[in-house]
Every structure is written in structure tokens, then in C-alpha cells.
């Protein structure tokens, strides 16, 4: 028998299928190849891919897991190929995991402690037969939410076209981030396959083909397909032998692959019951909740799915989830919207109303944008998404954006519509790298990457999803460093606590409705003499507060003026400006925040 091998499942004598427990595959070595197509196959052909242990790993000695406190944890999401694709990178293996280990010192240099990669299992990129109506050429599924393995890594990523060649150069890559003291946290879909819904158009790799009932779910009165994820299947994720694939799957990319979590793409699908029915506890989430191996990894739920259905008791400790009524409460305040002063002063502290004990604050993993969606340069210079290039007629992407161009739709010289976007960049950049939750950063917002109004760039392998490396990022990302900086300052306090939370209350006038939405956070540690305070202005006159005391009658120092260009450079802590002695009052310029520390 020879070292490696390819292999193949057939039932009766029927097509072949992949091993579900394969390791590695063959066929998709090359990104974007559509040889399968030319030899008469509609999808692409893919082979289950025997390999000795001694050709998956890079070697013994691997580096230790970093140690992270959850007070420390700053995520940071990116798409693997995306990250480095873009001739600016400027790395010698753009696209690849090799490549991303090129732009670690980068990492490093903002602040982020972990790294969230977008889906790495196996998918076919060639799947999308749509076209781009302006360029005609042909989309891809970039992002690769459509697993064909569960196990497998995605072979395209690898520098090294050979067959199998993926796990090693996988793993080389997570030590290198493990070396340089970065989690790595995997985005995985258990939800759902590549195998669509099971018509005669649709993909036959392997579940379907060998025991259908068994691994999707099915509408009982119709028997058909019940789709609850929105790409034709549901997988059946509480019947014990898919169960047990999903926990073999994950110990095998925790404990051999070496990763530090996992987010789960669309997770409420854990709770469906074996005939669709919605469940109040989930078998899966609490079985790796009590798993010894996958019990200390970061666990990070999507916990919603397409109808809207989210568990109403949560996920189990020690699981996290993304924290969505963050991302919309603030992206409300930010723009104006009407947003109780009580409401936003729980998502800066973590959410406790959403995480009650025995959860932390650290399960809430905020954010304000992410892969889906606007990135930061167009939540504030779009109001309606732009997505004609994915092939949909515009039908696609979400409407619900809770975004703002402030005066022109898109790109634009005028200098004030630019001042104001700069402002409440940094006004969402302050909000999200200072909240008492887990914040996680999309890649390329520290940058001012934009996706032309794109908010759905699924199918977008080229610039409207490439990191440009060429960005005049200095300013954003010195307010990054900045902020990340002040959120370590603060870390050993109880920021987020706050012992005061005041409105302001405007005369009337023009934009008295806007104002009346200003907010004042404060909080004291009398014993330590430490205090911070949060001024916030959404609205579009300037407003002042009333400054009340510091603890031990300390003077305020500011800390963070989004306003002031100049408060971007971040003055250490004896040098930032002082407050003098009897200040009664607080001025806060339009769409501004203002911290103070004593």
C-alpha cells in the first residue's frame, strides 16, 4: 500500500463520496480552478486523501497556546486570502497561511491579542455560476460559508499545491501566531453543507449520498428539506452520529491542528430538535460546554439564524456570543437615533442585562461591524447598500444597516462630510475598543477600508473585499493603538460599573431632540482614587454638562477628544491636558465623545 492515497465511499454501486472523516481532500488545490468543469463535472471533483501521520504535522516542539486573560482579549476578524491578496501586501506568498505569517508583526503592532480567520474547512470557491453584471466576469464564493468537510483544511490556502500539503503549512502558520503570543480562533460551519438542498442541480459530495435522514433535517409534514440557514439544508445537529462528528471535529482542530477556538457560524441551529422543532436546551452546545478538551477553548456563537430564531436562554457557559443589540444600539446612538441613556450605558458595560451571572462580561463579544455587513468606511458614507456587481439585481445583502453618509452618498471631497465621517469613525472606534465586552475588529477598518457600498461581498474575490496595504491608514490606526492602549490603562478598574449616568437636558432648539441624547458616564474608585468619565454627543450642536467630581478630588485629565485631530496622538498620562482646579462645566463639540481619567 502506498504512503498516500486517494480513496472514495460508493454505496450500491452509486457515485462516489468523501470519507466524512478525511482529513484532507484532493481537487481543490488550486484556487479559483474550474478543471472539473472542463472534464464534464458541474462541480468540482473531489477525492477523500489518505496521508501517514508523520506527513500532517511540521514537526514536534510546538510553541505553547497563548495565555489571555478575558479582560485582555481584543479580536481581530479577517479573511485568510483577503488579508494578504492584494499586490501591496507586499509578502512573498500572497493569499496563503504563509502569507498571513508575514503580516504578524503588524498584528502586533496594534494591539489585538486574537486573530479570527473566516471559514478554513474545505469549500468549493467555484460553486457561484453568477456573473458580475459590470465586469461580466465570474463571482466565486469568496467567503466560503459552504463546508464540503468538516475536517479537511482548504487546500488553496497553502502556498504548496501539493496534495495534502494544507495541514502542515496550516499548522506552521498557527504556531508562528502561538510564537508571537496571538490566539487564532476559527470561524466553522456545522449548520449547514456545500450540498444545497438536494436537487438534481445541486452538489453530492458525501452526507447525502450516505444517509440523507440522518444528517439533514427534514419538514415533517413535507419530508422535504428544512432550511432555517438559508442555502437549502439544515444540518441535523442533535442526532447522535452527526453529533459525534461535530465534537470529533472540533477535538481534532483543537488538540492535532492546534487552534484556540471556534465561532459558530449561525449556532441557533444547535437548537433544533431531530424533527426541526426549536429547543430550549441544545444536547451539542452543552456537550461541548462539558467537553474537557473543547471546555477551554474559545467558544463564540452566532447565535441567531435566517428566520430570526435565537435561544431564548442563551448558550450554556463557558460559550460567548455575538452581541448584536451592541452593534445596533450603538450604531443608532452614533448616528442619532433615540437611544435610552440607560440602554447604551449597558452595552458599554458588557451587556449584564443581556449576560446575567454566571456569565462575565467577557461573553458579550462586541462589535460594530464585521465580515457581513458595511465595514467601518462605509457604515458612515453610505445610506443604502450598493451590492449590483454580486449578480442579484441588488437583492441581496441586508436593508437594516443603521447607517449615515452625512450629506453625499459614497466617496466625496467636501471637507466637512469628511471631518464628520472621521468623527464618528472614531466615535464607534471608542465605544467598541472600550466597552466592558470581548470588542472584535473587522481587518482593514483600522485602514479605512471600504467596499463601494458592497455590504454582502460574499461572492467579491478582488479589491471591493482585498485589505489595499496602500491606504493612507495613519491616523486610524495610531486612534486603534491609542484606544487599545487606554483599554489596557483601565483594565484593573471597574470601567463599565458606572455610579452615575446623567442626560443632558438642552433648551429648546433645532436639534434639542438630538441632544437630549447626550450621555455622561461616570465611575469612581474611591479607595484606589481613580475615575473615568465618558461624555457623548450624537447630536449636531455642541452641549455642555455639568463636570462632577473626581474621586480623592483629583483633577480630570482628557484622555480621548474624537473631535481633536490632535488628541489622536495620545499623550501619556503626564502630559495630557488638565482641567483646571473649580471647572464647573464639560463642553462636548457635535458628533463627539470626551474621556476623562483621574
Known sequence: MPNAFEYAYRLDGGPELLDPYARSLTGGEVWGDRSSEAAGWKFRRYRSLFQPVAALAPGVGRPPRPQIADSERVIYELHLRGFTRHPSSGVAHPGTYLGLIEKIPYLQSLGIT??????LLEFDETENFRRNPVTGERLLNYWGYS??????????????????????????????????????????VYNHTAEGGGGASDPLHSFRGL???TYYLRDPATRRPLDVTGCGNTVNTNHPVVRRLILDSLRFWSE???????????????????????LTASPLAAEIAADPVLAGRLLIAEPWDVTGFTPPAGFPPPWREWNGAFRDDVRRWVRGDEVAPRTLELRLAGSPDLFPPPQSRAAAIDFVTCHDGFPLADLVSYSTKANRENGEEDRDGSSFNLSSNHGVEGETSAPEILATRHRQVANFLALLLLSRGTPMLLAGDERGRSQRGNNNAWCQDN???????NLAAGRREALVRGLLALRRELADLAFGEWSECAAFHPPAGPDAGR?????????????????????????????????????????????FDSFVEAAETHAPPAERPQFAPGTSELGVQPHSIRILLA
Request: proline letters at 7%; aromatic letters at 8%; a negative charge.
Open 515 to 559: 441632544s437630549e441624547r447626550a450621555v455622561l458616564l461616570v465611575t469612581r474608585d474611591e479607595t484606589g482614587g481613580r475615575s473615568v468619565l465618558l461624555a457623548l454627543n450624537p447630536g449636531a450642536a455642541p452641549v455642555r454638562f455639568p463636570l462632577p467630581r473626581a474621586a480623592a478630588g483629583k483633577p480630570w485629565r482628557l484622555a
Open 463 to 469: 479589491e471591493i473585499s482585498w485589505l489595499d496595504w
Open 114 to 119: 486574537t486573530v479570527e480567520l473566516l471559514p
Open 211 to 213: 444517509a440523507e435522514e
Open 256 to 278: 492535532e491542528i492546534g487552534v484556540d477556538g471556534f465561532r459558530f457560524d449561525l449556532a441557533s441551529a444547535f437548537y433544533r430538535g431531530l424533527s426541526g422543532e426549536k
Open 147 to 188: 463546508p464540503v468537510s468538516f475536517f479537511a483544511p482548504k487546500a488553496s490556502y497553502a502556498s504548496d499545491a501539493t496534495p495534502g500539503a494544507a495541514q502542515a503549512e496550516l499548522m506552521t502558520m498557527i504556531d508562528a501566531l502561538h510564537a508571537a503570543g496571538l490566539e487564532v480562533v476559527v470561524d466553522v
